[in-house]
């Protein structure tokens, strides 16, 4: 062991020095100590660990330097129960194992009781026996930095347990975290997902221009919420809000993307319960007057600007009320029914199947001329005709067809397409009249 002489400290002459130049170099560097965060203390290493030198800055902490010279107070007086058994352990043990230094992370208890964390390394000074003797010390205050550390803590424990979905992509989108939320709904592993695009989660069914679109404002520093669709790793799909904001480095420029999103697809289903709710007729399925006649103007308006047509055709059961009064309205609805099924199937090219009301029905046929329309008319009286219905046995439908015209206001188009169905009822039913 190489024998270095010590420093001797005192109260009043921190120093003893040999030379004037040494002793102002050893004051400045004093000073610097004392305008530091850095608290620099020298005691001996025997019980209650008495000081012999402790800096002016240590009142930082709230204590006067004198009161710990005097040992009115002790470094026991001072350092958290829970921290103080451990501590007394490791430095024990390492004076008896002849190690040099001991770092630590403790509470220090202030006059006010609340308590800093601060940084304590001590150097074991030893003699010729290699017994320690003395502990120089240097004492940190890194409240606010365990303090910042608990704080991410607490958030990385909040993100990894919330429910709703977390991805962090650097600037190139590329996966650097995922929460395990997303991966319990995906079923991906986070091997799986890390230096991966999200786009390997997007379904083919999401509106590829939402893509665009995300990046332009995402990248103009903008943030994006939006409904989109993803695909989990066994297929199946899930709809989720998402939200995306990208995180800025001290320059200015942005560092990642972070991506919060909720799981909404039994929202979206229940929406798309009521949509088809509001858009279908109960009894039969098909689509209600309602949703017919809200195609029928926006069709008008949109294809006569452009000079194209469609065709309507109109048709409803014969004695429908007779069937009523005969059987009852059980049967009269399962012909209903069925005669949705049969217009249903005979007319899988057209856009729109529906009951207009009651025993009506209408067939709304974009791009359908009227020799075409005027055959599928035909072929569904004929086909109905030939149907043995349950307990009724044959039922007839009379039909109307009818094309837009380019004049045509929906007052208009309706009107001949109701005079065109009277006039099969006029002429005998079970017919197909035009006008």
């Known amino acids: ?252 420029e942005i560092e990642y993307f972070v991506s919060t999103g909720k799981d909404v697809s039994e929202q979206v289903k229940m929406q798309q319960a009521l949509n088809e709710m509001a858009m279908k007729d109960v009894l039969t399925g098909l689509c209600n007057r309602r949703h017919l006649t809200g195609v029928i103007e926006t069709e008008m308006r949109q294809r006569m600007q452009s000079g194209q047509t469609f065709s309507l055709i109109l048709f409803d059961v014969d004695h429908f009320k007779q069937i009523n009064d005969d059987y009852g309205h059980d049967v009269g609805d399962e012909i209903l029914i069925e005669i949705a099924r049969l217009a249903k199937r005979l007319s899988p090219d057209i856009d729109h199947v529906g009951r207009w009301g009651g025993e009506e029905f209408l067939l709304l046929g974009l791009d359908l001329e009227l020799p075409s329309a005027l055959g599928l008319a035909e072929v569904l009286r004929d086909e109905v005709a030939c149907f043995d219905f349950p307990t009724v046995g044959r039922v007839t439908v009379s039909v109307g067809v009818t094309l837009c015209r380019e004049e045509d206001t929906e007052a208009d188009l309706f009107k001949r397409a109701d005079q065109a169905l009277y006039q099969a009822k006029h002429n005998g039913r079970n017919r197909v009249e035009v006008f």
Not at 76 to 103: N, T
């Open 1 to 252: 062991m190489i024998e270095v002489e010590p420093i001797t400290f005192a109260i009043n002459h921190p120093f003893r020095v040999f030379d004037t130049g040494s002793r102002l170099l050893q004051q400045k560097i004093i000073d610097l100590i004392n305008n530091s965060e850095t608290v620099v203390f020298y005691c001996e290493y025997a019980p209650k660990w008495p000081v012999r030198y402790l800096t002016d800055n240590f009142a930082a902490f709230g204590y006067d330097p004198e009161a710990l010279y005097r040992q009115e107070l002790c470094y026991q007086d001072l350092i958290h129960p829970k921290d103080l058994a451990p501590l007394e352990q490791e430095v024990a043990a390492k004076a008896r194992d002849g190690d040099s230094h001991l770092a630590k992370t403790i509470r220090l208890r202030k006059p006010d009781g609340d308590y800093a964390w601060v940084d304590i390394r001590l150097t074991f000074e030893r003699n010729a026996a290699g017994d320690v003797t003395h502990l120089l010390g240097k004492i940190v205050d890194v409240t606010d930095k365990v303090q910042a550390e608990e704080r991410l803590k607490i958030f990385a424990k909040v993100i990894e347990q919330t429910a709703d979905f977390v991805k962090i992509t650097d600037r190139d989108g590329r996966l650097v975290f995922v929460n395990q939320a997303l991966l319990d709904k995906t079923g991906y592993t986070e091997d799986e997902l890390l230096g991966k695009t999200p786009g390997m989660l997007k379904s083919e069914m999401q509106d590829q221009t939402k893509a665009k679109a995300l990046w332009d404002k995402i990248l103009s520093g903008q943030v994006y919420q939006n409904r989109i669709m993803n695909r989990c790793k066994d297929g199946s799909t899930y709809h989720e809000d998402t939200t995306i904001s990208p995180i800025f480095n001290a320059d200015g």
